[in-house]
């Protein structure tokens, strides 16, 4: 038999609880009913939190955008079981990602979504071994859109400069050519690279973004035409502007460039014929006085087939950024390649 409420000490938890309840004439019965289960209610609940786990500690490899200053995940460097990383990668992508909190810690977070993707995901995007259409070797900025050829209307301004100025651009190079295939030293300011088969030379105003002072004394007119463009990549490592001249019997395998963030233009110089450029997979061909611009993150190659009569192939390469890289993307990648960072 269960005691009356007059029982009750007002002490006690139950009285106390009672002691506040407004008095209604209930039965006893169906009170103590509730009160006992509510009681039980509150201890199960208090029970069932103290025993709750604590959620688990996001994983470092999914995609929590939100936060980019958080460092651990996104310099693990660990791809998907069965793909093949390059040399030393998490070495890589930790002095990348130093680079973008360094940035980000003088200017803002701002606009650059894309590029800490880009940064934190380098192993997945460059770490296919087989061979891809598309595989830029040092850096590729996600979500960009991209074809081997661009069109012209893309960058009109710097194309419309660079066809304005083609008289200037052959003059110089008259001054600077020579016999290339005479054999001998090659001249100073020249460079010559390896080939398969024939020849290919280069004479760089701008290599890996650093300006070649004695080469543009010797093309005053090109050097002046390189700072009247908006979009010439000159404060990185993917920025360069240069004479590129291959001989006759000419052929340069398939390779990649290395990121998908600029545009090559190519301004034809000299174009016998015979000569062909393949970007992936698609054939163009030179055109003097005229631009071709490409994609050369996209597997390509290049080919002289003419005679020796024909003479060289000479075209002026200058890297421009790609249309679709914002103004804060473009600032952010020249301070994270920053030549010598």
């Not at 490899?61 to 460097?77: M, V």
Request: charged share 15%.
């Amino acid at each position: 038999m269960l005691p009356s409420p007059g029982d009750w000490d007002a002490r006690s938890p139950m009285g106390l609880f009672l002691l506040g309840v407004p008095c209604t004439r209930l039965p006893n019965e169906p009170i103590l009913v509730v009160c006992s289960l509510l009681a039980a209610l509150f201890l199960w609940y208090c029970y069932w939190v103290g025993q709750e786990r604590p959620p688990d500690r996001i994983s470092s490899n999914r995609e929590s955008q939100g936060q980019p200053g958080t460092g651990g995940g996104y310099l693990s460097c660990s791809g998907a079981p069965g793909i093949h990383s390059p040399p030393h990668p998490g070495s890589l992508n930790r002095k990348l990602y130093r680079n973008l909190q360094e940035y980000a810690k003088r200017y803002s977070w701002s606009g650059m979504a894309r590029v800490h993707k880009g940064v934190r995901d380098q192993v997945r995007y460059l770490g296919t071994h087989h061979q891809a259409i598309q595989k830029p070797k040092v850096f590729f900025l996600p979500d960009l859109p991209s074809a081997p050829y661009c069109q012209r209307d893309a960058q009109r301004h710097d194309v419309e400069i660079m066809e304005r100025n083609f008289p200037a651009v052959a003059l110089d190079f008259e001054g600077i050519q020579w016999d290339f295939v005479g054999g001998g030293t090659t001249p100073k300011g020249w460079t010559a690279h390896l080939a398969p088969t024939g020849g290919w030379h280069t004479f760089y105003l701008y290599r890996k973004g650093e300006c070649v002072v004695g080469n543009c004394r010797s093309c005053p007119r090109t050097y002046r035409l390189l700072g009247a463009l908006r979009t010439f990549i000159n404060s990185n490592i993917f920025g360069n502007a240069c004479f590129s001249v291959i001989h006759p019997g000419t052929v340069l395998p398939g390779n990649y460039g290395p990121t998908n963030a600029r545009v090559r233009c190519h301004l034809g110089v000299k174009v016998p014929a015979g000569c062909e450029l393949v970007v992936g997979g698609e054939p163009q061909c030179w055109s003097e006085g005229h631009c071709l611009l490409v994609d050369d993150s996209f597997l390509h190659t290049t080919s002289h087939n003419g005679t020796a009569e024909d003479g060289p192939r000479v075209v002026f390469m200058v890297d421009l950024w790609h249309p679709n890289v914002a103004p804060p993307e473009r600032q952010a990648l020249d301070f994270i390649f920053a030549p010598g960072r």
